[in-house]
């Protein structure tokens, strides 16, 4: 769903679609950058604040994406809801081992 939305945003006909596509971009790079730090880096605390920005980054992906496709907007939902669900667990891993 991620992919599609990305396509979608990328080929849409949308004038003014770059703010959008370039935060879909960003967001992908603090995907990997969670993973690592959170995974390989095991810094829990640092982990935290790159979900947060994470989350962050998706929901402006969708907001500013709205108005140029809609889908791709929508199809960004469950990954919202998905990184949500990993920063309550990343914050709640913090809080119980610091």
């Given at each position: 769903?991620?992919?599609?939305?990305?396509?979608?945003?990328?080929?849409?006909?949308?004038?003014?679609?770059?703010?959008?596509?370039?935060?879909?971009i960003a967001q992908l790079?603090?995907?990997?950058?969670?993973?690592?730090?959170?995974?390989?880096?095991?810094?829990?605390?640092?982990?935290?604040?790159?979900?947060?920005?994470?989350?962050?980054?998706?929901?402006?992906?969708?907001?500013?994406?709205?108005?140029?496709?809609?889908?791709a907007s929508l199809l960004?939902?469950?990954?919202?809801?998905?990184?949500?669900?990993?920063?309550?667990?990343?914050?709640a891993i913090w809080r119980?081992?610091?």
């Open positions: 769903m991620m992919a599609l939305a990305g396509a979608r945003l990328a080929l849409s006909p949308a004038r003014d679609k770059e703010p959008a596509l370039s935060l879909y790079g603090l995907n990997a950058a969670w993973s690592w730090v959170f995974l390989y880096g095991q810094a829990i605390g640092a982990a935290a604040v790159v979900v947060c920005v994470l989350w962050l980054a998706i929901a402006a992906t969708i907001w500013l994406a709205w108005t140029k496709d809609r889908m960004l939902i469950p990954y919202l809801a998905w990184v949500s669900f990993a920063a309550v667990l990343n914050i119980l081992n610091g």
